[in-house]
């Protein structure tokens, strides 16, 4: 039951009611959406594409389930991650950089850094990705880098930012399984906020 309690408090810390806080320093383009004025940014966004090499990183905090079908058992535990993702210039082009928690197996996070493709304008309540790249600890003849494979997808909710997203991935290494991400998202950076 920890991981759920973990989940829950994901969750809570998502769901709390925001600060006093006015938007400053936003395009009209950055602080409008259906849902009205974006406060913390999008999840799984790239910020604006246009003028840059690399647009302003954005940072998202994520939380949930992690799971991989196994034997002699499933592996079913809560994680933590940091998802962080800046645009290159071109329209659907964008790196993306992780770092995965997951409290069951250890203090130490897992890292990858993917190049994406998605197809899908970012103002759009859906969201898709798939990308190509690198993980570690996934590799049992030491710890070092293998390749990895992933997709993305997500809806962003008019419920304070909030994004549940389903990742499936798997490393390129001899003897890893499909692993699976049921998760929520929270914006975390660009912040641009004024506190009176």
């Given at each position: ?7 829950a ?36 966004s ?23 079908h ?16 800046t ?39 859906f969201?898709a ?6 993980i ?9 880098l ?29 003897g ?5 991400l ?15």
């Amino acid at each position: 039951m920890h991981r759920f309690t973990f989940v829950a408090a994901i969750f809570g810390l998502a769901l709390a009611p925001p600060d006093r806080a006015t938007a400053q320093h936003m395009s009209a383009s950055d602080t409008a959406s259906d849902s009205g004025p974006v406060i913390h940014g999008r999840t799984f966004s790239t910020g604006t594409r246009t003028g840059w090499t690399f647009s302003t990183p954005h940072l998202d905090i994520n939380g949930g389930l992690y799971y991989v079908h196994a034997t002699p058992a499933n592996v079913s535990e809560g994680f933590f991650r940091l998802h962080l993702q800046t645009a290159l210039g071109i329209h659907t082009v964008q790196l993306s950089s992780d770092l995965l928690w997951i409290p069951a197996f250890g203090a130490t996070p897992v890292w990858s850094g993917a190049l994406e493709l998605a197809p899908i304008h970012q103002e759009s309540p859906f969201y898709a990705a798939a990308g190509v790249g690198l993980i570690s600890g996934r590799d049992s003849s030491g710890d070092r880098l293998s390749g990895w494979v992933h997709g993305t997808v997500a809806i962003r909710t008019p419920i304070h930012e909030l994004t549940p997203f389903v990742e499936i991935g798997k490393a390129l290494s001899a003897g890893n399984k499909a692993e699976l991400l049921f998760g929520v998202a929270h914006p975390l950076a660009p912040y641009k906020l004024h506190l009176p």
